[in-house]
């Protein structure tokens, strides 16, 4: 098995001149939580948009578990095992929650069923809707979200957007998770909640997780690493006890 | 027996209205045809009706449940028209007639039909709201004037393809079997995780791609759907017609299919169903009604109906009528209150209606509707 289960080298972009992204090296362990964290415009979210196959890095490569993805398609890329929330919500919202959670399952083999199924309704279509939608349930509860299944995914209240965004990144089986700040817009309460639910993931899915966040509390308290960027370079990175006590990323965070 | 009872109690009738309310017209007007008791003119309407119900489930597909806007739904029809014409025209020059012809030339007009909804659902993948509204126009555009410009013996030019007639006091039947072949393929796949992904790609296709819903795929299927059945829709024109004129397949009758969908309520399809209904009849009654010098106010009390049925879905004054009476709320009524069973209303199969995007004054102008951006593009390749 791997070291790894997320490796870039040397991964950066440019748009024009800028170079937005530049020679950034993440080394994520499996079961890790991984913090991405800088100021303003860094480009946090420009690495997740890379991983993700939203934009196509123009330097350096990623590797999951071993496996470079660079290049792919962003379904082929979710397909193999990276999931992710964005920054502004993304839910489908016009859909019940349920259903949102049950997109996540497209690509799940064990829910597999033709589109010829599905139109004539088969014993295979019937059984695999029924289990998508136990299984949905399911992960649901875990989010609390079980009894909000049948509101539109826009009527649910803001924290529990955000909920129901890693619920659906979840569905989809992901080895890895990216979370774009999640905690952005919650209160103190709402946030530690956050926390909680985070570690819960971390251990009741094995799962291995990347998050970009801005709130120090969060991150000071659950995450295991950091890469500190700052105008799209790697500013400092390691243990987050003493990433977080270094002069530079204090400066950085302060101004000068 | 009593487990059939229950049995019978459970089943949830209202994922059925639409077929049941399809079959239960059908099966009313085939009794009274069989008396002989229906003239001519309802014949015609009714055909004209079922027609405008397959063209506006068709057309839901792609804008009320993928969310693209396509002004180009009379070009596959007219593909379905002349290329089902002309098959059972060549049908009928080797001795095929009937019903067997009609089959074999709905399959051909529908496949033909499916290849350009190929074609034209290929730029639909670069290209977003107004800007795919125009190549859906022109494609619409293209496909009349070929036909227009054929020669004589091909699809017979400007004059028009004549087409063999059909038994016409039987056509209606016909047509309302394909409705319900159209739904029960409609609603099966929206019912399912081909349909859920197609409906993710119209919440937030950015989302969809990242939940590893494969877009390119998708947007394909539901072009290729869409124009599949406006090509039956067209094959059934031909047949309820002795000639087909490509004329008749300009950019209004697209607008007038879109209408149809968008009355109805985006990703609604009893709604559609309804309001193809509504408009179909209404434009029949008004074009036998008023004649001669009135002709010219046939567009005015079609618009002025159109915009009064309009306030009437929007005015916040009406709220309160609006939700007593519609029909979402008498199907409640006859199904939900006589099963004592209590639902599992995640199981009811809900449609996901979206507010209309798509606005009256766009539709009733093509300058308008090529000017504003008319499904907010996701404008933001950065979060
Ligand atoms: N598509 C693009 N075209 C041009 N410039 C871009 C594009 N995407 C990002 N950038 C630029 O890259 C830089 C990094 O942006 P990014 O959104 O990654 O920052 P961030 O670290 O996520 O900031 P924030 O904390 O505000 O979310 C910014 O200067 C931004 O303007
Ligand atoms: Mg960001």
Redesign the interface.
């Known amino acids: 098995m791997c070291e790894y289960v997320l490796k870039t080298e040397g991964l950066g972009i440019s748009f024009g001149g800028l170079r937005a992204v530049d020679g950034v090296e993440l080394r994520v362990r499996k079961k890790q939580i991984y913090g991405l964290i800088g100021p303003n415009g860094a480009g946090k ?2 690495v ?2 890379m991983l ?1 196959g ?1 934009y196509q890095p123009t330097r350096g490569t990623f590797y999951l578990d071993g496996e470079e993805l660079k290049g792919l ?3 082929k890329i ?2 193999k095992g990276i ?2 929330t ?3 919500i ?7 929650v ?2 949102n959670v ?6 799940l083999p064990k ?1 597999k ?1 033709s ?1 010829i199924d ?4 088969t014993k295979r ?1 019937r059984d ?2 029924r289990a ?2 136990a299984r949905a349930k399911e992960i649901l509860s875990i989010f609390g979200l079980l009894d909000e ?2 509101l ?1 995914a826009y009527n649910l209240p803001y924290g529990k957007q955000r909920k129901l965004e890693i619920a ?2 979840l569905a ?1 089986n992901p080895k890895l998770l990216l979370l ?1 700040e999640p905690a952005a817009g919650m209160n103190p309460q709402e946030t530690s909640e956050l926390m909680e639910t985070i570690r819960f993931v971390r251990d009741k899915f094995d799962m291995t997780i990347l998050l970009i966040e801005h709130d120090m509390s969060l991150v000071a308290g659950i995450c295991d690493e950091l890469t500190v960027l700052n105008f799209g370079q790697t500013l400092a990175c390691g243990e987050t006890s003493e990433v977080l006590k270094d002069p530079e990323v204090v400066k950085a965070y302060l101004g000068d | 027996m009593s487990a059939f009872i229950v049995k019978f109690k459970n089943i949830k009738w209202k994922r059925y209205t639409n077929y049941i309310g399809i079959s239960l017209v059908l099966l009313v007007f085939t009794v009274l045809t069989l008396a002989d008791s229906l003239p001519q003119s309802t014949l015609f309407l009714l055909e004209k009706i079922g027609i405008s119900i397959i063209l506006s489930i068709s057309l839901g597909l792609v804008v009320g449940f993928l969310g693209e806007l396509s002004l180009g739904h009379a070009g596959f029809m007219c593909i379905g028209a002349y290329i089902g014409g002309k098959t059972a025209e060549l049908l009928s020059d080797v001795g095929v007639e009937g019903i067997f012809a009609l089959l074999i030339s709905v399959v051909v007009g529908a496949l033909t039909a499916a290849v350009f909804g190929f074609i034209v659902g290929l730029p639909a993948l670069r290209l977003k709201g107004d800007y795919l509204a125009i190549v859906t126009l022109a494609f619409c555009e293209i496909v009349k004037t070929a036909f227009e410009n054929s020669s004589k013996e091909s699809f017979g030019g400007p004059m028009g393809l004549r087409t063999p007639r059909f038994d016409k006091h039987y056509l209606f039947i016909i047509i309302f079997s394909f409705i319900l072949v159209c739904l ?2 409609m609603q ?2 929206i019912r ?6 197609i ?2 790609i ?3 296709e ?10 390119t795929k998708y947007k394909l ?1 539901a072009f290729i759907i869409s124009a599949a059945f406006a090509g039956v829709a067209g094959v059934m024109y031909s047949f309820a017609n002795s000639t087909v004129a490509a004329s008749a397949f300009d950019y209004n009758y697209s607008i007038e299919i879109l209408v149809m969908v968008v009355l109805g309520g985006m ?1 609604n399809i009893t709604g559609g169903i309804i309001s193809a209904t509504v408009i179909t009849f209404l434009n029949v009654k008004l074009t036998t009604m008023l004649t001669g010098d009135n002709a010219v106010l046939k567009d005015l009390v079609y618009a002025l109906i159109l915009v009064l049925i309009v306030i009437y879905n929007n005015a916040p004054a009406l709220k309160y009528v609006r939700e007593r009476y519609n029909i979402r709320a008498l199907t409640d009524k006859i199904f939900k209150k006589r099963s004592d069973v209590s639902y599992d ?3 009811e199969g ?1 449609w ?3 507010p209309t995007k798509i606005k009256m004054d766009e539709l009733l102008s093509v300058d308008v509707v090529v000017r504003e951006s008319v499904i907010d593009p996701d404008k933001e ?3």
């Not at chain 1, 993304?90 to 019940?96: G, K």
């Not at chain 1, 049950?102 to 690509?107: C, D, P, R, S, T």
């Not at chain 2, 399912?192 to 992904?197: D, F, N, Q, T, W």
């Not at chain 2, 989302?207 to 590893?212: D, I, L, N, S, Y």
């Open positions: 979210t420009t997740f948009n993700t939203v398609s962003q379904d979710n397909q999931a992710r964005f920054q502004n993304r839910l489908f919202n016009n859909m019940t349920v259903r049950m997109v996540g399952f497209h690509n829910y069923c589109f599905s139109i004539f309704r279509h695999t809707e998508m939608r299944r049948n539109l659906r990144a989809t774009d | 029960a393929v099966n796949l399912s995780k081909h349909g859920r992904a409906t993710a119209r919440d937030n950015i989302a969809a791609r990242a939940t590893g819903i494969n877009v299927l990703g209303t995640d199981d809900k996901d209606r979206v390749g950065k979060e």
